[in-house]
Every structure is written in structure tokens, then in C-alpha cells.
């Protein structure tokens, strides 16, 4: 069974900047898409960022030019780059995999979940 580690969670200050990874914890057929999660109590989990297999990035409009996610293959990793951070940012944040198997048969990971706090 995969299972995707998270690491790089934090305090921020606002205006800070914290760098989020995922690794899985072996390699898998294909990657589809790399995303990254959010939840903060109270509120349901929404997509941050998601990078595809051809390296085609999509963003909330919330992080949009402040976060970055980036993708290694060969390692089977992503990371999140957060700068400006916002106490509005502030949540458990979670990486999930769309892969496939070599039978074809799509499966989602998803990490344990990492807490970023941003506050003075």
C-alpha cells in the first residue's frame, strides 16, 4: 500500500514563507496529477494547486503568484513553495496522487495532512 509522507509544515509569520513536500513511500506506475489540499476548521478541504504529468500547473485564485507546486518524477515528489503567506492560510494542508496502475486502474493517495499556522 503507498502512502504519501508530508513534511514542511509550520509556523509562519504573515508575510513568511514555508515550503510544503510529499513523497511516496514507493514508486508508482504513473502520476497522473500532483495536488495539494487545504482544510481549515470549520470549512470543507478545496484544491490549492495541482500540477499534471506534462507539467501544467492550476492554482486558486486565492494563492495565485504567492504559491508554486513542482513536481520530480524520478523521485515521485511534490512540493509546494508558499511566500506572502496570510493568516488566511492557515489550515491542515494535504498532498494527494491521482496514479495509475499498469492494469490501468486509476487509485488516489492521499497524505496524512500537515499543519501550517500563519500568525504574528
Known amino acids: 500500500q503507498v502512502h504519501l509522507v508530508e513534511s514542511g509544515g509550520g509556523l509562519a509569520q504573515p508575510g513568511g514563507s514555508l515550503t510544503l513536500s510529499c513523497a511516496a513511500s514507493?514508486?508508482?506506475?504513473?502520476?497522473?496529477?500532483m495536488a495539494w489540499y487545504r482544510q481549515a476548521p470549520g470549512q470543507q478541504r478545496e484544491m490549492v494547486a495541482m500540477?499534471?504529468?506534462?507539467?501544467?500547473?492550476t492554482y486558486a485564485e486565492a494563492v495565485k503568484g504567492r504559491f508554486s507546486v513542482s513536481r520530480d518524477n524520478a523521485r515521485d515528489t511534490s512540493s509546494l513553495q508558499m511566500n506572502n503567506l496570510k493568516p488566511e492560510d492557515t489550515a491542515v494542508y494535504y498532498c494527494?496522487?491521482?496514479?495509475?496502475?499498469?492494469?490501468?486502474?486509476?487509485?488516489?493517495?492521499w497524505g496524512q495532512g500537515t499543519q501550517v499556522t500563519v500568525s504574528s
Open positions: 500540477i499534471s504529468d506534462s507539467g501544467r500547473t
Open positions: 514507493e514508486s508508482i506506475f504513473r502520476i497522473f496529477i
Open positions: 494527494k496522487f491521482k496514479t495509475t496502475t499498469q492494469e490501468n486502474e486509476i487509485r488516489d493517495y
